[in-house]
């Protein structure tokens, strides 16, 4: 008998490892990272560093290519989540926007005129609320592994200056297809068209709407909203951070040695992104909206007061979204954010 088990465990080693050593080089070829906007933008730039700083850290174990313009998913940006899910992009750097359709707490930071400024954001993506979605992604088969940030999304439009909402009435804006987007333009006057970013690109140009709603270092400077919209206004209705992920089954096929390079690259990737698009959107230093003005646009900057008239009227949306994210959720949210005051 002790010789037998003797043997098993002989023959149990001797499997095993091997199975071990060539963990490593059942890597693939290539990794695949889906971005849904342009390589020179500073969100697609922070998808490339993190896998440059990957590959290099790995001495070339794990290469990954960044597919941008959400090409892995034939322009169809909401469809992001599914083919991560499925390890068709094992890596992504996400808007919580693309993903909300999916994934409805992510709506959270959809809710309009809820966050007040980046210190409250940060308090809720750091705190609890972050942790629970994290989970929840997690059991949904995708880690969470930085927050990034596209930014607070202001409007812009080619018509007239947006101060009261009732400038909003009757104006065509195009929004992702996010339902709570046509919501909350609906509820403040607008007429709101869903596109995907690439159609919209060609959408400013041909006129075929009159305005939209994105950050302004992070998208409408890149790419020159001013040659389409004359009049921007700030006004911090939604914010929109960004996911620096991983495919759970893709993540459990690497070495702990590399899956803590993959963890830490991705907090210096979304870290340096994140305040690259902050810059020059804080007091004092607001020279973001100077750029636009030496362009030409009219900026509005709503104090809060004007701002509130705007939230008032979209108070419906806000319990209509809060059943659908989860009442404990947003109070999580509310809590982080008067903590941050
Ligand atoms: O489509 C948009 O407006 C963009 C690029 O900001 C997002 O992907 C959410």
Known sequence: ????????????CLLLVPAMAVAGAKYKKEYKMSVVVGPKLPWGAGATKFADLVRERTDGRINIKVYTSSSL??????????????????????????????????????????????KALDAVTQGDVGKDLTEMLKAKGVTVLAWGENGFREITNSKRAIKTPA?????????????????????????????????????????VVDGQENPVVAIEIPVKIWQFHQ????????????????????MASFTAEDQSIIRQAAVEAADEQRWIVRKGLIAPDLSALETLRQNGMEVVELDEKARSAFRAKTTAVYQKWTDVIGADLVKKA???????R
């Open 1 to 12: 008998m002790k010789f037998r088990s003797l043997l098993c465990a002989v023959v149990v």
């Open 73 to 118: 998913m034939a322009g169809k940006q909401t469809n992001e989540f599914l083919i991560h899910r499925q390890g068709v992009a094992e890596f992504c750097f996400a808007s919580t926007i693309n993903w909300s359709t999916t994934i409805k707490p992510l709506n959270v930071f959809n809710l309009p005129f809820f966050f007040p400024d980046y």
């Open 167 to 207: 400038d909003l009435e009757g104006l065509k804006v195009r929004v992702v297809g996010t339902p709570i987007f046509i919501d909350t333009m609906k509820a403040l006057g607008a007429n709101p068209v869903n596109m995907n970013w690439g159609d919209a690109q060609v959408a400013f140009q041909q006129g």
């Open 231 to 250: 009049y921007a206004t700030i006004w911090r209705y939604v914010i929109d951070p960004l996911m620096l992920t991983v495919n759970n089954k893709a």
């Open 334 to 340: 509310e809590a982080a954010i008067a903590a941050s």
